[in-house]
Structure formats: structure tokens, C-alpha cells
């Protein structure tokens, strides 16, 4: 008897094993079912989200209230780069940051060049494209041309094809899926972008200046003129000669707003519209920028609602 019982816990004891191994497989394929995807902006996180639905694990390198040509490296990044099964980056040097973070990441996967890095770059009509050759010891923060197209909800398709093509490049039994969602989302940024057109209407051709040269494709896709920008030059701190020259135009063309990103210099934002007798604007310069703007539809929709009825007044 004793010893038939010990044969029965035996196989008990095997059964249990065996149903154990078998659900830690079950957990580790679902697990292994999404991909671990690193972007460095917010904006980048969730247009990949839009495309890879729940098949995708999104985080981002960078916040939506900071500067993304500033960003400190931290351990904790190559940590969270360690595991990446792919990286989203915006390119044209607006994240060449990640470079140092993805070297101490030890992580064959995503290095420049690799199959898990995504450049969504590529085929955008970049604009500002300098024609000389800057000289980066001025701390010109554009060498490429204006990196930050991101804001033009015209060339999401673009940036969501890129996209596509990468995640479908990591896992191509889910192309479809990837397909789908990405046209279930630009069948969405359609009818917004109708309303959106709808709204600029009545404002366009309205000249506006800038803090930093941040709107160029934003304002273009809406029929919008830059006149000036605060920065004299991208990235670096304007001279005083430079600000009374910008007041002066302000006046001049009756500039009625100066855009400004949450990152910004707001007191000097404030104090060159009240002498200019414009009105400072605060906008959505990345998704999460302002309360509200928590998702890519949402940061466009306040970007344009914000602005055209600022043009209106
Ligand atoms: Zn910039």
C-alpha cells in the first residue's frame, strides 16, 4: 500500500510539473507575442501604438514637457534599450542622443543600421534644408534641415508607413494586423483633418512668429506664414539686438501670436508679445505638451483649435 501511494504522488507530482511547464510556455509565447518597442518622443510612442495595436509594448525615451534636442542619458534608459526588440527614431538629428544610450545598451538588435531601427524619416519632404554647410560649433541644432515634422498631421502616413514597414520587418506574420490598424487610424486622422482644414479656413494666409523654428511643417499644412522666431537662430539664445528687431516686425505686419513650446523661455515669450502688443501662445509642441493633449489625435486638435481661435480675436 505504502509504497503504491509513493508511485501515485510520484505521477501526481509529475502531472503538476508538467501542467506548470506547460502554462509558463503558454505565458511565455503570449509574452513573447509583443514587440518590445522603444521610440525616442512621445509623438513617435503613439503614432507605433496606432499601428501596432496590442501586439506592441510602447514606452518612450523622452517626455512631452521637455526639449527633445536636450535630452540628459540616463543608466535607466540602456536599461529599458537592453530589452528593445526595436527602436522608432525621428532622425534628421532632432534624437541623435540615443546613439550613446544604445552603445551602453549592448544590444545587437538595434545599433545604426540594424533591421530593429526604425528611422520614420525616411520619404518626408523635409524643409529648411540648409544650403550651406553649418557650422556645428555655432550649436545650430538643425545641420539637416527642420527635424520636426512630427507636428503636420498631413505626414502621418508617411511616418505610420515607416512604421509598418519596420514592425512587419520584426514580425511579418503580422503584417495584416499592422495594416489594418494603421488604416483603421488614417481613416480616423481623415475626418479630423477635415474638421481641422474647416477651422484654419478663415485664418489663412495669417502671418505668426515662433519662439523656436518648431511649426514650419504644422503651419505650412495650414496655410499659415512664419514671420519671425525668437531663437535667431535654432537652438541658440537671442542677442537683444535680434529681439528689437523681431518687436519691431511684430508691430510692422500686426502679428497678432507667438507660438511658444512648454519648454520655452515663458517669461520672454510673455514680455516680447506684450511689447509687440501680440498674444503669447502656448501649444502642444509634442503629444502630452499641455493637459489634454494626451494622444497624437488630441495634441493636433489642440494645437489647431488653440491656435485658430487665437487668429480670430
Ligand atoms: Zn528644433
Redesign the pocket.
Known sequence: MRSKGAIMSKRFCALVLLIVAAVLIVSEADGARKLRVIATIPDLKALTEAVGGDLVEVDSLSRGTVNA?EIEIRPSMMLKLRRADIVVENGLE?DKWIDVAVQGSNNDNIVRGGAGVIDVSRGIPVLEVPTVRIDRSMGD??PLG???YSLDPGVAPIITQNILEGLSRAAPEHRTTFERNRQAFLAQLDSRMGEWTKLMEPVKGSKVVVY???WIYFLTRFGLIETGWVEER??IPPAPGHLVRLVRVMKDEKIKVLIYAPWNDEKLAERIAEEAGAKPLLLAAMVGGVKGADSYLAAVDYNVRTLSQALRQ
Open positions: 534636442h532632432l541644432v538643425h527642420n527635424p520636426h523656436h523654428p518648431q535654432p537652438g
